[in-house]
């Protein structure tokens, strides 16, 4: 009778480990995950996770920890935690990682929440984590052996990941070996108290004041891009209302060989973060005969301070709704340089490009960070690019709507095309998702906030 008692205690000892006490009878939270780093070595992991409560108790996320196990890599630095994006708000999640031994795994990131994250009730999920971790000296990481790890591009519950409420394990299976030392905290979670700049372009025309005093400048006189002999018009760069909102308006003329063009730019202090503006482009012109080769822009960019200097960058939004470059029709292009020599032409650089209309009011983000760029366009990327291609150095912030040398259809009438941006906004040394960047601007408007900046 004993022996049986005891092999009873040591299996409901076991079966403990999968299971809640009566304490959390009720509590029943699986783990969802899916990865966006799906290589067999990576700069940076990214678990993604997503909590669904399938219990009868609403279960305060404060109380919830999940934990994803791996193996560490050598030589062994430490590693760094960030909240990309998250439902919840990335302030209301934390990251931080401990060690095991005598397992399959010999750490682990274990990611909270504080209050207000909320609750989880039942039949709910919490939305996306999207996570991500990096060694210190942003050396690889060889995640293909990590037992939490699964190539996995699509949410599914996974047992490798374990979520607890307190010390009861609710979800999933450890990997086993001794108990978890106390954990470092290790994070690097978004600033959301960093520096940025934001704004809503609320000035009474190219001639206000502060326009300069705020660091920028409505172009005027000669030079390129455009056709040969253009002008920079600073008096067509108007700031009326459009669509409930203030607006800045670049309108650009030409008569078949004259042309006035627009430009309004940012000192050069930006480099790594998130860009992001809301542009409204166009198909045709406002009046006159359509069909002139016009780029409408949102770029970046370092001078060339002499042919393929190698300090040289940029990072172009260019939308050509008449086509140019060898392209037919609509085109938008995404293209990111490493130098270029004006003659004879020589281009180093990388693009993508969407064969569409863009008419309208469109969101464009692109994120400069760990060696890449990437680049969207109303939440959906479009563009990836890194390698030799990232910039090495401080740029400025640029819109420009000019012609194509070359581009400029026969008529002699007189014809005029508009891009209108609604706003601007950088964060300094942050990665935020499109949907994170709306949430800031629409922040400062209800603040009534119209300008701001420390970068």
């Given at each position: 009778m004993r022996a049986l008692l005891a092999a009873s205690c040591a299996a409901l000892a076991v079966a403990a480990l999968a299971v809640a006490p009566n304490a959390f009878a009720a509590d029943a939270i699986t783990a969802q995950y899916r990865t966006s780093a799906s290589g067999a070595t990576t700069d940076q992991a990214e678990p993604w996770f997503k909590l669904v409560n399938s219990g009868s108790t609403s279960v305060p996320l404060s109380d919830v920890k999940i934990r994803y196990y791996f193996k560490s890599d050598t030589p062994d630095?430490?590693?760094?935690f960030a909240c990309s994006w998250a439902v919840r708000g990335c302030g209301n999640v934390t990251g931080q990682f401990g060690t095991l031994t005598g397992g399959p795994a010999d750490r682990y990131l274990e990611v909270g929440f504080t209050s207000g994250a909320g609750s989880l009730n039942p039949g709910a999920d919490s939305g996306d984590?999207?996570?991500?971790?990096?060694?210190?000296?942003?050396?690889?990481?060889?995640?293909s052996d990590d037992y939490s790890f699964r190539n996995q591009s699509s949410y599914s519950a996974w047992n490798n990941i374990t979520v607890y409420r307190g010390s009861t394990l609710l979800w999933g299976t450890p990997p086993g070996g001794s108990p978890p030392t106390t954990t470092t905290t290790t994070t690097t979670a978004p600033n959301p108290n960093g520096p940025k700049l934001f704004d809503d372009f609320s000035y009474n025309n190219s001639s206000d004041s502060r326009i300069g005093q705020r660091g920028w400048t409505v172009r005027s006189g000669g030079g390129g891009p455009g056709v040969p002999g253009a002008e920079w018009d600073a008096s067509r760069v108007t700031f009326?209302?459009?669509?409930?909102?203030?607006?800045?308006?670049?309108?650009?003329?030409?008569?078949?060989?004259?042309?006035?063009?627009?430009?309004?730019?940012?000192?050069?202090?930006?480099?790594?973060?998130?860009?992001?503006?809301?542009?409204?482009?166009s198909d045709a012109p406002v009046f006159g005969p359509d069909g002139d080769h016009v780029v409408q822009t949102f770029f970046t960019i370092t001078p060339?301070?002499?042919?393929?200097?190698?300090?040289?960058?940029?990072?172009?939004?260019?939308?050509?709704?008449?086509?140019?470059?060898?392209?037919?029709?609509?085109?938008?292009?995404?293209?990111?340089?490493?130098?270029?020599?004006?003659?004879?032409?020589?281009?180093?650089?990388?693009?993508?490009?969407?064969?569409?209309?863009?008419h309208g009011w469109h969101d464009l983000v692109f994120q400069v960070a760990n060696g890449r760029v990437k680049y969207y366009i109303d939440g959906n990327l479009v563009a990836d690019h890194g390698d030799k291609y990232y910039p090495e150095t401080p740029m400025s912030i640029n819109f420009n709507l000019w012609f194509i040398s070359g581009g400029l259809q026969g008529s002699s009438a007189e014809r005029a095309y508009q891009q209108e941006v609604d706003y601007v906004y950088f964060a300094k040394d942050q990665v935020l998702s499109p949907a994170q960047v709306r949430t800031a601007v629409q922040d400062y408007r209800n603040a009534g906030v119209t300008h701001t900046d420390n970068v």
């Open positions: 630095v430490g590693y760094r984590l999207q996570l991500r971790f990096y060694r210190t000296n942003w050396g690889p990481i060889a995640q009326p209302t459009v669509d409930g909102q203030k607006v800045m308006r670049l309108d650009s003329w030409n008569n078949g060989s004259a042309a006035k063009q627009t430009e309004m730019y940012h000192q050069r202090k930006f480099f790594e973060g998130t860009y992001a503006s809301r542009v409204k482009f060339l301070d002499a042919p393929m200097a190698p300090n040289y960058g940029e990072i172009d939004f260019e939308y050509l709704p008449n086509g140019g470059w060898g392209e037919p029709a609509n085109v938008m292009f995404e293209t990111t340089w490493e130098t270029y020599q004006n003659e004879p032409w020589v281009a180093d650089n990388i693009h993508n490009e969407q064969r569409q209309s863009y």
